[in-house]
Protein backbone atom coordinates (compact mmCIF):
# COMPACT_ATOMS: atom_id res chain seq x y z
CA UNK A 1 0.00 0.00 0.00
CA UNK A 2 1.46 3.77 -1.00
CA UNK A 3 -0.44 6.74 0.37
CA UNK A 4 -0.89 9.32 -1.92
CA UNK A 5 -2.35 11.82 0.01
CA UNK A 6 -5.04 12.74 2.68
CA UNK A 7 -8.70 12.98 0.61
CA UNK A 8 -10.28 14.58 4.42
CA UNK A 9 -11.49 13.76 7.71
CA UNK A 10 -14.71 13.53 9.37
CA UNK A 11 -15.21 14.73 12.80
CA UNK A 12 -18.52 13.89 15.08
CA UNK A 13 -20.06 16.80 16.43
CA UNK A 14 -23.00 17.58 18.77
CA UNK A 15 -24.55 20.24 16.49
CA UNK A 16 -23.23 20.79 12.93
CA UNK A 17 -24.39 24.47 13.23
CA UNK A 18 -22.54 25.37 16.04
CA UNK A 19 -19.71 23.59 14.87
CA UNK A 20 -19.78 25.56 11.44
CA UNK A 21 -20.02 29.07 12.92
CA UNK A 22 -17.04 28.28 15.28
CA UNK A 23 -14.89 27.13 12.11
CA UNK A 24 -16.46 30.10 10.20
CA UNK A 25 -16.14 32.90 12.38
CA UNK A 26 -13.74 32.05 13.97
CA UNK A 27 -11.46 30.23 11.60
CA UNK A 28 -12.31 31.36 8.55
CA UNK A 29 -12.90 28.03 7.21
CA UNK A 30 -15.80 28.17 3.88
CA UNK A 31 -19.32 26.10 4.76
CA UNK A 32 -19.97 23.81 1.51
CA UNK A 33 -22.95 21.71 1.63
CA UNK A 34 -22.81 18.45 -0.95
CA UNK A 35 -24.20 14.64 -1.72
CA UNK A 36 -28.00 15.07 -0.15
CA UNK A 37 -27.33 17.77 2.33
CA UNK A 38 -24.19 16.71 3.87
CA UNK A 39 -21.75 19.54 5.53
CA UNK A 40 -18.09 20.38 5.02
CA UNK A 41 -15.75 22.71 6.12
CA UNK A 42 -12.89 23.90 3.40
CA UNK A 43 -9.46 25.64 4.25
CA UNK A 44 -7.11 25.72 0.99
CA UNK A 45 -7.31 22.42 -0.51
CA UNK A 46 -7.88 20.24 2.81
CA UNK A 47 -11.69 19.44 3.97
CA UNK A 48 -13.38 18.15 7.03
CA UNK A 49 -16.87 16.55 6.72
CA UNK A 50 -19.05 16.79 10.08
CA UNK A 51 -20.97 14.09 11.06
CA UNK A 52 -23.91 15.24 13.73
CA UNK A 53 -23.88 12.52 16.52
CA UNK A 54 -26.51 9.54 15.94
CA UNK A 55 -27.31 11.09 12.36
CA UNK A 56 -23.75 9.46 11.11
CA UNK A 57 -23.27 8.67 7.18
CA UNK A 58 -21.89 5.61 6.55
CA UNK A 59 -19.24 4.50 6.26
CA UNK A 60 -18.11 5.35 9.80
CA UNK A 61 -16.58 4.66 12.69
CA UNK A 62 -17.21 1.55 14.40
CA UNK A 63 -17.49 3.31 18.39
CA UNK A 64 -18.71 7.32 17.49
CA UNK A 65 -17.97 9.59 20.15
CA UNK A 66 -18.48 13.38 19.90
CA UNK A 67 -14.96 14.37 18.86
CA UNK A 68 -13.67 11.70 17.09
CA UNK A 69 -12.43 11.74 13.62
CA UNK A 70 -11.95 9.53 10.73
CA UNK A 71 -8.90 10.15 8.34
CA UNK A 72 -9.57 9.32 4.73
CA UNK A 73 -6.42 8.69 2.70
CA UNK A 74 -6.14 7.90 -0.87
Known sequence: M??????HFVLTVNS???T??????ILGMEKITFAENRVALLF??????????DKEFEPKAQHVRTGSADLCLL
Open 2 to 7: HIKSLD
Open 16 to 18: IND
Open 20 to 25: VDFYYL
Open 44 to 53: GSQKINLHER
